[in-house]
T-cell receptor
Framework: NAGVTQTPKFQVLKTGQSMTLQCAQDMNHEYMSWYRQDPGMGLRLIHYSVGAGITDQGEVPNGYNVSRSTTEDFPLRLLSAAPSQTSVYFC?????????????FGPGTRLLVL | AQSVTQPDIHITVSEGASLELRCNYSYGATPYLFWYVQSPGQGLQLLLKYFSGDTLVQGIKGFEAEFKRSQSSFNLRKPSVHWSDAAEYFCAVVSSGGSYIPTFGRGTSLIVHP
């Protein structure tokens, strides 16, 4: 198992550009989520999905879109990047939603928006 | 709304000394509680979790945590710290019912002196 993979590892964008952060897992997990981590703060949930075709907003969803067309993939889209979106982004997955399972985190994507 | 407080931003201990990292939460019902560790440049790894039952929870890498409902605390402990334990530690809480949106503390950075 590769676990949770994220691409790219690093990205620099200009304000207004769009991009997609990729996340994939090969553990057949139903639940996947995206977090952002900012200095001096814990992780904040952006969006999550409890299964293919189902997504929902987390704590800080503005400026981000997601879709879940397959169980394996959960891409995060920035439609018009802003400097406030400079952060480290983590994707995570777990077998089922509900909070009792272990979450597995990807290695992160560092994003800089100029 | 649920919240998590990790009062110590940094903790410095000597190798071989005992360790306690504090976590306090605010939530109306019994929450699900987690401790994660993050090494530099890495994603988060689950150390242990509490859902119900025995209030003393054993985790990986020799860590344990005790849930104290009366104090709304879930402190992480280790009897003898190793240099490899130097990392960032995050406490998190998830509501035991309803929408699955975890709340993370801001983290405690553990520094281990030889």
């Amino acid at each position: 198992n590769a676990g949770v993979t994220q691409t790219p590892k690093f990205q620099v964008l200009k304000t207004g550009q769009s991009m997609t952060l990729q996340c994939a897992q090969d553990m057949n997990h139903e639940y996947m989520s995206w977090y952002r981590q900012d200095p001096g703060m814990g992780l904040r949930l952006i969006h999550y999905s409890v299964g293919a075709g189902i997504t929902d907003q987390g704590e800080v969803p503005n400026g981000y879109n997601v879709s879940r067309s397959t169980t394996e993939d959960f891409p995060l889209r920035l439609l018009s990047a802003a400097p406030s979106q400079t952060s480290v982004y983590f994707c995570a997955s777990e077998p089922l939603a509900g909070g009792q399972e272990t979450q597995y985190f990807g290695p992160g994507t560092r994003l800089l928006v100029l | 709304a649920q919240s998590v407080t990790q009062p110590d931003i940094h903790i410095t201990v000597s190798e071989g000394a005992s360790l306690e990292l504090r976590c306090n939460y605010s939530y109306g019902a019994t929450p699900y509680l987690f401790w994660y560790v993050q090494s530099p440049g890495q994603g988060l790894q689950l150390l242990l979790k509490y859902f119900s039952g025995d209030t003393l929870v054993q985790g990986i890498k020799g860590f344990e945590a005790e849930f104290k409902r009366s104090q709304s605390s879930f402190n992480l402990r280790k009897p003898s710290v190793h240099w490899s334990d130097a990392a960032e530690y995050f406490c998190a809480v998830v509501s035991s019912g309803g929408s699955y949106i975890p709340t993370f503390g801001r983290g405690t950075s553990l520094i281990v002196h030889p």
